[in-house]
């Protein structure tokens, strides 16, 4: 027997057309890379599109529908400005270049970079997205360092403090 989901899903794939599928859990999943020879944080933002339309229609104060509207991406990289933030440790914050988005079935997937010739040392990070809708809200962030080890860090409702993308290696346990 298909779940409910599995069902809008294959009602979606014949229809030609998005359906709303609503979810039981509330989060949204950030991957970081740093790229040496851009010398840029390379960051990718999957959402919940109804998550999305919902925080961007409450903005704006009038229904957005990505699909329908032609200047969605404007919209989505406006908040994505508002709501994930990085700063340097040492001073300032750094600057999100938008380099685009894509929907598939109901996550929209944004991409974004951010130039920190410095590298990872020392960048933080606070991410509110959907704060604003869900008190149960977690934003995952999967940070992969120059080394190629994986830091994982969880964002929550009521905790408004940066973060720091890696922790320091400690060689004596290596």
């Known amino acids: 027997m298909l779940s409910r989901r599995m069902f809008l899903f294959a009602l979606w794939s014949a229809s030609g057309t998005r359906a709303a599928v609503a ?20 960051i990718l933002l999957r959402t ?3 998550d ?11 229904r957005i529908e990505l699909d329908r509207i032609p200047h969605s991406a404007e919209l989505v990289s406006g908040y994505v400005r508002e709501h994930f933030k990085l700063r340097h440790t040492t001073g300032g914050d750094l600057r999100l270049l938008w380099v685009g988005m894509e929907q598939r079935v109901d996550m929209t ?54 973060k720091p993308l890696i922790r320091p290696y400690d060689d004596r346990a290596l």
Do not use: M
Request: glycine share 4%.
């Open 52 to 62: 999305l339309e919902s925080a961007l229609s409450r903005k704006a104060r009038r």
């Open 48 to 50: 919940f599109s109804d």
């Open 23 to 42: 979810h039981k859990f509330h989060a949204s999943f950030t991957t970081i890379e740093y790229n040496a020879d851009t010398q840029s944080l390379e």
């Open 109 to 162: 997937w944004i991409y974004v970079e951010a130039p920190t010739p410095t590298g990872l040392s020392g960048v933080e990070a606070l991410v509110t997205i959907f704060y604003e809708l869900f008190h149960d809200q977690k934003n995952n962030v999967s940070v992969k360092d120059e080394r190629g080890k994986r830091h994982d860090i969880l964002f929550r409702p009521g905790a408004s403090a940066f």
